[in-house]
């Protein structure tokens, strides 16, 4: 009797080549290609244990290198968010906030009644006064200002730059006493390829630099990995901006957030392994527009978040109720645009509370304290262990 052939497993539920760490079911998209499912913040839920605690006992301080924040938000340099007095506000409330040092507030002495425009600009007439605003130079001296200013207010002082202008002004931010770098694009990798110019070499770079570096985007394992062993102390999970970017309408290019923090929290875990010990914090950049996106992204594995349409809301926000980022003025391919957000509240109160609104858009740190707290667990590595679900 001949033996009965084996049936072949269907395509849809194949699983992809690599390390058993990695291996996924992939589903067909069409004969020629295929895809995993990947699941944003909206897709899953948090799971409650067996025990529950009181919100007072719960920590949601966070520390990356020597710097201890006493919670894990950082705000993202967006020129709708940071000004050097919201960074300094965002500092003492317990956060890091980043200043964006290609923004406004390095090309211009007061920018203030150009932020003012802004928020008057009406429909398609906004993207193209922006790029005009933006053409103006940065100014070496204001990047010093601004960072001066941070330091003697007496927070930790963070300001970014993208990978194309790092080399050219990391030595006066440096000079100026920065205490955290970081380097932030829509996608960052260890290796880009370039024949027009050359390349930041980001490991060399990072090795001679005598401050902690904060780098990103990424959204798979192997480019988090890549950038990991580069010796950045975090990396950034997504491709920023969030509300105000267009990148998947532009470029075709996005990953959901709940699986790319999976995944780089994953590489962080490897890597972990590889390197002997040493651990690389995952800051979730993106799509963190409500508390419980907050929780999400912790349960999915971040350290802490950097938020910007959040705080776009707050009374002191610079964008007074618009937001935009850096890719909403890109001078040949725009890849955001301004948004307008109702002004809800004081920073402090989007923040701590107490939240007017139900929401999700104020009491952001006591939200994730008390979604800590229902779950039972009692600081952030902990709760990066919950149960998730696919809801």
């Known amino acids: ?14 699983p992809a080549p690599g390390p058993s760490s990695l291996r996924r079911v992939e589903i067909e998209i069409g004969r020629a290609k295929r895809g995993r499912r990947a699941y944003s913040f909206d897709d899953i839920a948090i799971v409650p244990s067996r025990r529950t605690r009181d919100p007072e006992e719960v920590s949601v301080a966070w520390q990356i290198d020597a710097y201890r924040f006493e919670m894990p938000v950082v ?33 211009y002495e007061d920018p203030t009644s150009l932020l003012e425009e802004i928020a008057e600009l009406r429909g398609a007439a906004a993207t193209e006064r ?18 001066k200013q941070m330091r003697e207010a007496g927070v930790t002082v963070a300001g970014s730059l993208s990978p194309q202008n790092t080399k050219q002004y990391a030595d006066i931010v440096v000079a100026a006493g920065v205490d955290m770098f970081v380097i932030r694009g829509t996608t960052v990798s260890a290796e880009h390829v370039s024949s027009q110019s050359e390349p930041l070499n980001l490991k060399n770079f990072i090795y001679e630099l005598d401050v902690p570096v904060i780098v990103g985007g990424c959204a798979t394992y192997q480019a988090a990995l890549h950038l990991m062993r580069t010796g950045a102390a975090g990396v950034l999970v997504g491709f920023g901006g969030g509300a ?4 998947r309408t ?14 780089v929290a994953a590489a962080r875990r490897d890597y972990l392994d590889e390197s002997g010990g040493r651990y690389v914090h995952v800051i979730a950049d993106g799509s963190i527009g409500r508390s419980g996106d907050v929780a ?66 104020m009491n952001l740190v006591g939200a994730l304290r008390r979604s800590m707290a229902t779950t039972g667990y009692t600081d952030l590595k902990e709760f990066q262990r919950i149960e998730v679900v696919i809801s």
């Not at 009797?1 to 194949?14: D, I, K, L, T, V």
């Not at 919201?86 to 964006?100: D, P, S």
Request: hydrophobic content about 45%; aromatic content about 4%; proline content about 8%.
């Open 244 to 247: 105000a970017h267009t990148t």
């Open 250 to 263: 532009v470029l075709g290019v996005a990953v959901p957030m709940a699986s790319a923090v999976a995944d």
């Open 296 to 361: 999400k992204a912790i349960a999915c594995g971040a350290d802490a978040v950097m938020v910007g349409s959040p705080l776009a809301r707050a009374v002191e926000a610079p964008g007074r109720g618009f937001h935009w980022g850096t890719e909403a003025h890109h001078e040949d391919l725009p890849r955001g645009e301004r948004v307008q957000f109702e002004t809800i509240g004081s920073m402090e109160e989007i923040l701590f509370g107490p939240s007017r609104v139900a929401d999700g858009t």
């Open 130 to 147: 922006m790029q005009q605003i933006y053409a103006a130079p940065i100014q070496p001296e204001l990047i010093t200002a601004r960072l």
């Open 75 to 107: 705000a993202a340099p967006m020129d709708s968010v940071m000004s050097p007095d919201t960074a300094i506000a965002m500092g003492r409330a317990g956060g890091l906030g980043v200043l964006n040092l290609e923004g406004l507030w390095t090309r």
């Open 1 to 14: 009797m001949r033996p009965r052939a084996q049936r072949p497993e269907p395509a849809h539920s194949r």
